[in-house]
């Protein structure tokens, strides 16, 4: 392409497209590469994406006719052992009105396509099916543009944006992030599984439009340091789980199995049963945190989402990360080009504006929390059995005395887990997310 531009960004995702986004609307000419056949073609997500950010970058995306699946009105978090569990919700009519699309699913496919379409209405320039294979240097080592797999596939650019998400190689390739270690990744497999609205609406008790998220933790794949999902879409329900990287190299365990024995469960089988599976599809997953994000920008380059390794796992965002950073990225972006300095210097803004904002904040926060979850296994396998059978033994009715069916849960406790080491577990789970 002979053609030259201010801005490349490599990646049609949340964080490219708000970047395209808010570049397009102060005029800078910007393209975005896409390797998939359509933005969306390549993207996995469990689904939840959140108003703040987003309006930040359309305001109006509602009546724009942005793919919103269901507005989540509850969020829940269960605690399983093999065949039982606890569960907590939070349900708040606020989140129905006032507050209405603080978070809400949407497929991936839809909404990408929707969004990258706003871009273009402002005037960026959208070009899926193109793989970016490397970048363009100067002489000097700065990032000129970047290299496609098309003929004649170099597109330059004064600034390019890396925002290809965790998978891309180009990352690595390119030496600005060294490929990830096994432990700073999920492996994470979903399924979608198609349901009528209504039977939906009753199973999880919500009117029409309404949705739930449920974040499963526990002894859900076989004893590792895992997370799962259950989302509720329009006619559909995503179902996930998503396990550190290292652990399926240790475990030996298969990922499409240990989804099957998840939708076994009996508190998952009643939710999805005589469902139709829609998709399956398996898809890394960022967990190395705070001190797995690597130099954000440099001479002619900023890298932005998922690439930039940027997700909390704790509060399951991602897609908010991304489009905040898309549009730090952007911003940091035009002041450099109105100064004529896209030189790492020029571009050190872009570092200031994420070390302020609550992204860096919050992953500083919760830096040894990944760790602490990859260190204890017991959290995945001992603790929920105990705390299951703690469970079942005070609501069994039995004629058992109340008092004697704690000495039971004490006893059975001491023998699984000695005192101290739940006290120093605990101790460190506090630390790990004070
Ligand atoms: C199973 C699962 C469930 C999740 N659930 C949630 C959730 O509920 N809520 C949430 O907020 N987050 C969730 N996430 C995380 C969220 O999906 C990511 O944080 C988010 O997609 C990051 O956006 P991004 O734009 O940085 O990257 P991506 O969405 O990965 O987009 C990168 C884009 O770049 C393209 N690309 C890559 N390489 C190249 C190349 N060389 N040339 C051209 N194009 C390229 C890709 O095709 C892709 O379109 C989930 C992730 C997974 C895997």
């Not at 990032?143 to 180009?170: C, H, Y």
């Amino acid at each position: 392409m002979k053609e030259a531009f201010d801005v490349a960004i490599v990646g049609a995702g949340p964080a490219g497209i708000s970047a395209a986004c808010v570049l397009a609307d102060a005029g800078i000419k910007t393209i975005v590469l896409e390797r998939g056949e359509y933005p969306g073609a390549k993207n996995v997500s469990g689904g939840v994406l959140y108003g703040h950010d987003l309006a930040r970058i359309i305001p109006d995306y509602v009546e724009r006719n942005c793919p919103i699946e269901r507005n989540i009105v509850e969020s829940r978090i269960w605690y399983l052992s093999r065949d039982a569990g606890y569960s907590l919700g939070y349900r708040d009519s606020i989140f129905a009105t006032d507050r209405k699309h603080n978070a809400f699913t949407v497929s991936r496919a839809k909404f990408d396509r929707w969004y990258a379409e706003q871009a273009r209405q402002k005037g960026a320039l959208v070009v899926p099916g193109t793989v970016v294979v490397d970048l363009l240097r100067s002489e000097r080592g700065d990032v000129t543009g970047v290299l496609t797999g098309r003929e004649d596939g170099e597109v330059r650019a004064k600034v390019t944006l890396l925002a290809d998400g965790i998978n891309s190689p180009l990352a690595a390739l390119t030496g600005f992030r060294s490929e990830p270690k096994p432990e700073e990744v999920a492996l994470a497999v979903k399924e979608v599984i198609e349901l009528p609205a209504e039977v939906i609406e009753q199973r999880f008790g919500v009117s029409s439009g309404d949705g739930v998220t449920t974040e499963v933790l526990g002894a859900i794949a076989g004893g590792m340091d895992s997370v799962g999902i259950i989302y509720t879409n329009r006619s559909s329900i995503s179902l996930g789980l998503g396990a550190n990287l290292a652990d399926f190299a240790d475990y030996k365990l298969k990922p499409y199995e240990l989804l099957e024995a998840f939708k076994e469960h009996p508190m998952v089988a009643p939710l999805i049963a005589d469902g139709r599976p829609l998709e399956y599809v398996a898809h890394w997953l960022t967990e190395g945190g705070y001190d797995a994000i690597p130099e954000l920008y440099g001479d002619g380059y900023l890298i932005a989402g998922d690439s930039a390794m940027l997700f909390n796992g704790l509060h399951r965002e991602g897609n908010n990360l991304a489009m905040a950073s898309g549009k730090m990225a952007a911003e940091t972006i035009i002041e450099a080009l109105s100064r004529n300095d896209v030189s790492r210097t020029g571009l050190a803004g872009y570092g200031k504006k994420l070390a302020d904002s609550y992204i860096l904040k919050d992953l500083k926060k919760y830096r040894k929390l990944g760790g602490f979850f990859y260190h204890h296994k017991e959290l995945f396998d001992q603790l929920p059995r105990l705390a299951t059978s703690a469970g079942r033994e005070m609501i069994t009715v039995n004629g058992v005395s109340k008092k004697e069916k704690q000495k039971i849960i004490s006893r059975n406790f001491r023998r699984g887990m000695p005192v101290l080491k739940l006290l120093r577990l605990l101790w460190q789970g506090w630390r790990a997310v004070k």
